[in-house]
Every structure is written in C-alpha cells, then in structure tokens.
C-alpha cells in the first residue's frame, strides 16, 4: 500500500459506536516499504489497565503499512492480559489503513 511519508490522521467508527482515532507519522523505510514510525491511538473505547494503549501503539510502530502483519500484530496484542471494550484488533487494523 503506497503512502507518502509525513503524518496522517483518521477516524474510524467501530461497529456499535465507538471511535478510534489514530494520528501516525509514515516514514519510508530503507527497502521503500511505507513504515509506522510514531502512533498514536484514542478514542471512545475503554481499555484495562488503561496503560496498555501504550503497548499496542509500540508493538505497531515499526510496522510496515501491510494489512496481514498490522491484523498479525493487533490480534497478538488483543490476545494478550488486556481488557479492550468497544474495540477489536479488527477495528484497529481498519483505523490505521483508513489514514494511510
């Protein structure tokens, strides 16, 4: 998936309602393949502990902009000691690649 280096935003409504807002700076990596260099997720989803947003946004930095490793990446976060209600792995791979 091409994208252009620099930072882009977008706000995806997970079924049932709640938003995720991602806001993440692209940057080419050195093979030409479009990477997540910083990230940040929000929203009106509720995670437990409240903390965990922090690892999920750094187990997807460094990412390539692939949908098959972002889905690998988010459900091994999902499938770890979290508590996330009003949002899945799913509704966080969907959010990323609608910004890029």
Do not use: C, W
């Not at 700076?25 to 922090?54: C, N, W, Y």
């Not at 889905?71 to 791979?93: C, L, Y």
């Amino acid at each position: 998936m091409p994208t252009q280096p620099g930072t882009i935003n977008a706000d995806y409504k997970a079924p049932g309602g709640k938003l995720l807002r991602v806001q993440m700076q692209i940057v080419a990596g050195a093979d030409g393949v479009s990477r997540i260099h910083a990230l940040k997720i929000t929203g009106d989803f509720f995670m437990h502990p409240e903390e965990a947003i922090e690892d999920l946004e750094r187990r997807l930095t460094g990412a390539p902009l692939d949908e098959a490793e972002l889905r690998a990446r988010a459900r091994a976060f999902f499938a770890g000691d979290v508590q996330v209600v009003g949002a899945s792995a799913e509704d966080v791979v969907h959010a990323l690649l609608k910004a890029a």
